[in-house]
Structures are given as structure tokens and as C-alpha cells.
DNA sequence: AATTTTTGTGTGTGCGCCCACACTTTTATT
DNA sequence: AATAAAAGTGTGGGCGCACACACAAAAATT
């Protein structure tokens, strides 16, 4: 196919009959530039349909832009948080040329004080944005306080912190993910049935988010006039240490033997489905996020929904967003609920495939 | 933050004591490079973790890459066909100042002589790569044929040609598909059920497409032993037109009475619900794609289920591919299958909402 | 041993843009 | 009217890389 011949600011230049230097200035508009001058510049901008080459003007500019983000480590491969991760690296890699440098710093998801200390890191090292994902509400409301100071903007990703006065939040809608929870687990009840909402928690991490919740999952009985035949009970246990948490669902479980459904509010629907399973419990599941032993669970039964939300689809838009708005400027959107996914036996595979061919598909830029 | 000195070639020529040249040389092992001096280049370019900037090097070399896509039109704003395009046009703009220049064919969806005839027009411009949805068989092949000929990469998007040799073929799994689409209708149909599955054709665009949906649908009931109380009917109507379809409905649905469920195998699932609604016939419907009558369909609830195929994504990511086959020289996977999403109507809010934010976050970048 | 050929190496120019600087012309100030 | 200040405009160097070319050194050919 014949070449297509990029405008360029000299063509614009040669077109209104001035230099490239008064381009520049129209373009830019600092200025310095007569007025007729400027509306000839403007008019050949129009007719060539002149648009900057981007690649050129971020050589040129020569600047950076630092983002530090903000995450729990992941504790073995395949864990939840492997793949938020995984998004920002490969965002990361693909802007890298643009002049963001991107670092990573890691907090242990039971451990405020891990948190505190790359927080502080990070203030230290005073990046142009940080990506962080606030499971410690206190700390990060300390945390943002001081970027806001610094005049750093931060995106919240995983979990909001309403209020929070970020950048943008891109996350779940965790009041109206309950919310299909409830319509996905009663799908899988009879008519009448006891239903277990289960919290696992260590520390007061996402009290707030666990109150949507269950505000949102009791809506959807609500709202379909279900309450008289369904039940729910909620069981909070503070770990999440499989014998703690076999030994807690024991003594519920003895005391409520009529539950047929459960909802677990976090990643860990796999302990539940495990002890289901030892105990040979008919007991429908419905949980959160494609980990490796959600999969497995799901595979073999023992849990019939996950609820996905898009954890590698988050980080990535969270770099795309800092990239937008260092490098054009554009202010985004304060919210942005990512899909979630409804994932079942049958379309399992291709969440885990897809994902898997994305990934490789989008780093090794480098 | 502190600057980070990126490495550069002249870094690493100072560092490996040669010039520039003989660096370049190294990169792209064009030879004319001695054995001691290319060793000491290799290993200051491990040293120093040198990777070439991309913005500089496309700029230096200032190829084109110029891809055309060959879709359907859409007859109207929010038609299924917008959103490949909208893929296909982010994905454009991304990479627009990489030198990828992308052109759009549209031909009419009833019409293969206009596919003909755009497809001509593509090959006439020998374009360096292709991106089609291969709704018309014959014609695909007749015109895959010729671009192999020329030795012009092609992808396929939405349907595969099995066999194609195609770069690689972007879209659902359709025979899992419906196998999805059988286990969601089974969901919400009682014990016992005749079920309908309605396929609308005009012409011979997608027969074996139809073949694996009927055997995927059937493959679930077989699969889970419901044969004896689902009994599936199967109905092909030669038009999408409504009235054509009231028509091929009515009949049917005399016949047989007992219909509880309708698989709809594509994106008119809307009017077969509307045909339901009118006739206050109770009978649940899953169907394809998120576009705006099935959407109102869902709301109302004359819709049970979509399966929505990330037709955006479909886009994009046959951009993407080409983008790394041209400028990285990456051989992408021949089968790459897309998320099916299964959307109900408590979490179509925010695909529809998240798509939006989406698109408007990944164009304008001209 | 003189020559051609091959191999090895460095230099310079350009991709499209930004920006600092030099220079000229106009306007404001005394 | 002479001088200072401001406004208007063009030139040149550089961002990091690729590639053509000039040239030197070594190897192969007479």
C-alpha cells in the first residue's frame, strides 16, 4: 500500500508561511504570536488535519512520570493479589516508552504496620501518582492525607474509601456484587432454605465494605419478597486459618444444620467448600475471585458461582489512567466499576485461558 | 521523584568502549562486528539492562504499517457491529503514532456481493495486514485465498473459518457457548420443560456455526442426564425481519404449546421476547450481545439471560496482534478465545457503564 | 609484493517535536 | 527624540535510534 504521508509541523509551517517556532507557540499557546499569524497557523492546522506525533513530542519533552503502587503481596503464586499486579505490570511495560517509570511496593495483607512502612517509602520518594489499594482504613486515610499535601494523586483500587478524594476509584461495586450473590445462590436453592453469609476477617480491615455487602446480598431477598422463605444468617470469623475457621463453621454449623447456601465474602470460598466436602455437606457456594483454588472447587463442584471482578482489568486501568492524565491531561471519571464476571462451571475455562493468553499477549514489551 | 537516567545506546557504547554503529550492529546482528567487541557489547547491554526505546526507534524508522478491517456495517447506532468497530478503533488510535494505519470496510450483513466488493477493494490496496469477520463463507475463503497469495496476514474476528489459516481468530468459543446457554435456560426452567432453540438466517452465512451451537446446547442436557424432561425443538427461520418472525412464531408456538424456554442464537433475542410480551406468553429467553433492545428486553424482564461476547475486546485485541506481529514480531496464539460474559439483569449495569467509561477512556487520544 | 576483496568501525544525518536563544520590530517610558 | 521594554519571529540543538557512508585494517587474490 502507497505510503501515507504523515503531516508534520513543518508541513503546517510551510502551509501558513512561518516558522516551525510559531507553530509551536500556537500549539502550545504561550503566546508571543501575532494574531493573524496565529489564525493563519490555526486555518492549516484545520485544512492538513495536523496532529501531533506523540512519540516525537514525548522524546523531545524527555520527561518522566513516577507511579508507586501500593498492594498486599501475594503469598504464593495464583493468589489474588498476583493479578491485580500482573495489570499494572502489563500497562506499565506498554507506557514504559511514554516515560512511566512504575515501582511496586508490597504490604502483608495482615499487617498494618508492613502498610505504614511503605507508605511511608513512598511519600519519601514523592512520585507524580500512586496506584494503592486501601485494605487498611485508617492507615490509608493517613497515607492520602499526606499525598494530598504533596499534591500527589493517588487511585484507589480494590476497595474505595468513600470520601477518599481520589483520583478515581476502579473497583467492584461490592453493595450490588452481594447484591447478584443473592440472585446467584438463590438460583441454586429450593423454595424454602437457610442461607450463611460468611466474613472472614483478621483486623478491621474493610468493615465498611462488609456492611454494604451485607446490606446489598439481604436487598436482593428484599426486594424479591423472598425474606419468608429465606433466612440469612451471618457467621464473622476473625481468621483465616483453616483449622480457626473449620473449628468456627463446626460449632454454626452444628447449631444451624438447615443452611443450604452460602455466601462468602471474600476469596477463600475454597475453605468452605473443603470442609463442606470432608463433611459431606450438600451446601451450594457462591464467592469471590478466580483463584487457583476457587478454580479447583469449582471444577469438582463444591463451589457453584464465583463472582470475578476483573482484578487484572484493575490494574491495568489504573496506569491508564495516571497515563492519561499526565500525558494528555484528562481528567478521569471517580468511579469506575469494573465488569463482574459471573463465572460458572462451563465458563471457567475461558476466564482462566483468557486471561492467560492476555498476559502473555501484552508484556515482554520491553 | 529523582530522574532515572534511562540507558542509552550511547551508554552503552561508552561503556563497552565502541561506537553507536557497532552497537546497532549488535542489536540487530547485521554482522560486521568482531568476536571480542560483540561479546563486550552483549555484555554491557546486560549490564546497564539496556532495552531500546520504541518511541525513538519507530520514529527513526518511520514505517507503516496499514491494516484493514472488513466488518458489517451497522444499520443503527448501538447495532452489535458498533462495538468491534469501537474495539477496533481504540485499539487504532493506541497505536496510530507506532505507524499503524488503520482503514474500515464495511459490507452489508444480508449482502455478499458487497462483501465482494469491499473485499476487492482491500486487496487492491495490499494492505500489510487484515482484520474480517468471515460472516459469508464462500466468499471469506475466495478472498483469504487471495491475501495468502499475496502473502498478507489476516485475522478473523467473531467467526472462525476452522481451517482458515488465519494469523489467528479472535472470538467466542461458540459450541461452549451454548453449552452456557443451556445450563443458564436450565436454571430457570422447572423439572420438566420443552425448550426452544430459534436460529434466524438469511442465507447460508453460518451454517456450521448453527451446527456446533446445536450440538453445545444439547451437549449440556445430554451431559447432566436431563434428556428425559428437557426436550429441545428446534426452529430455523429464513428472515430477522419482525413480521416474517411473528409469522414463523405464531405457528409454532400453536404446535406446541408447552414451550418454556428459548435459546435465541443471536443478538434478536429482543424480538422473540417481544413476541412473548405481546402474546403474554411466560417463557424464558437466553440470548446473545448487549445491544440496546435486548438490553431494554433484560430490563423488563422478557430477558433472562445475554451472553455477551466481548465484542470490544474482539477488536482491540486483532489490532493488538497485528501491532506485535509488525513491530515486535511476535507470533500470536491461532485460537484465542474471548470471556463470555454471562449478564443478568443485576449486573448488566455495569457492563453497559463500564464499556462507556471504557471507550471514552481509550480514544481522543489524537 | 601489489592488488583486490572482505571485514570491522566510526561519523553524520534525519525521524518529528520542544525549547532556549538570538534577533528584529513594535510599543511604552522617560 | 532617545532609550527601554515588550512583542513577534526564526534558527539550531537535542531527545534515542537506524542506517548510509567513509574509511581503516585484515584477509584473500593475483
Redesign the pocket.
Known amino acids: 500500500m502507497e505510503r501515507i504521508?504523515?503531516?508534520?509541523?513543518?508541513?503546517?509551517?510551510r502551509y501558513a508561511?512561518?516558522?516551525?517556532?510559531?507553530?509551536?507557540?500556537v500549539?502550545?499557546n504561550?503566546?508571543?504570536?501575532?494574531?493573524?499569524?496565529?489564525k493563519k497557523v490555526e486555518e492549516a492546522i484545520k485544512k492538513l488535519n495536523?496532529?501531533?506525533?506523540?512519540?516525537?513530542?514525548?522524546?523531545?519533552?524527555?520527561?518522566q512520570f513516577t507511579i508507586c503502587a501500593l498492594i498486599p503481596s501475594a503469598p504464593y503464586p495464583g493468589h489474588y493479589w498476583t493479578m491485580p499486579l500482573n495489570g499494572l505490570e502489563m500497562a506499565a511495560a506498554q507506557f514504559k516508552d511514554y516515560g512511566i517509570i512504575t515501582e511496586y511496593f508490597f504490604y502483608d495483607l495482615f499487617d498494618e504496620k508492613s502498610f505504614t512502612k511503605q507508605a511511608g517509602k513512598i511519600a519519601e520518594l514523592e512520585p507524580n501518582g500512586v496506584v494503592l489499594a486501601p485494605l487498611f482504613l485508617e492507615e490509608s486515610k493517613f497515607f492520602t492525607e499526606k499525598l494530598r499535601k504533596k499534591g500527589i494523586p493517588y487511585i484507589f483500587i480494590d476497595a474505595d474509601i468513600p470520601g477518599g478524594q481520589s483520583l478515581s476509584y476502579i473497583g467492584p461495586d461490592v453493595k450490588q456484587s452481594a447484591f447478584i450473590a443473592g440472585r446467584l445462590i438463590n438460583s441454586a436453592l429450593p423454595e424454602k432454605a437457610d442461607i450463611l453469609m460468611v466474613n472472614m476477617v483478621k483486623g478491621f480491615e474493610n468493615a465498611s465494605a462488609l456492611k454494604r455487602m451485607e446490606e446489598g446480598f439481604g436487598n436482593y431477598f428484599r426486594e424479591n419478597g423472598l425474606e419468608e422463605n429465606k433466612t440469612i444468617h451471618t457467621l464473622t470469623i476473625q481468621s483465616t486459618q483453616k483449622e480457626e475457621v473449620f473449628r468456627e463453621l463446626t460449632k454454626f454449623y452444628i447449631k444451624n444444620p438447615s443452611i443450604k447456601g452460602a455466601f462468602v465474602t471474600n476469596s477463600k470460598a475454597f475453605l468452605i467448600s473443603e470442609f463442606h466436602r470432608h463433611h459431606e455437606l450438600d451446601i451450594r457456594i457462591v464467592g469471590y475471585d478466580l483463584v487457583p483454588d476457587n478454580i479447583e472447587h469449582m471444577k469438582n463442584g463444591g463451589i457453584d458461582f464465583i463472582i470475578s471482578q476483573s482484578p487484572v482489568q484493575q490494574g491495568k486501568r489504573a496506569i491508564q489512567i495516571l497515563f492519561d492524565y499526565f500525558v494528555w491531561k484528562k481528567e478521569p471519571e471517580k468511579i469506575q466499576h469494573v465488569p463482574l464476571d459471573i463465572i460458572i462451571r462451563e465458563n471457567l475455562g475461558f476466564y482462566v485461558n483468557f486471561n492467560r493468553h492476555f498476559q502473555n499477549g501484552e508484556k515482554n514489551n520491553q
Open positions: 504521508k504523515k503531516v508534520t509541523i513543518q508541513d503546517v509551517a508561511n512561518v516558522s516551525v517556532g510559531t507553530i509551536d507557540r500549539i502550545h504561550r503566546g508571543r504570536v501575532s494574531p493573524e499569524k496565529r495536523f496532529n501531533p506525533n506523540m512519540l516525537a513530542r514525548t522524546l523531545a519533552l524527555g520527561n
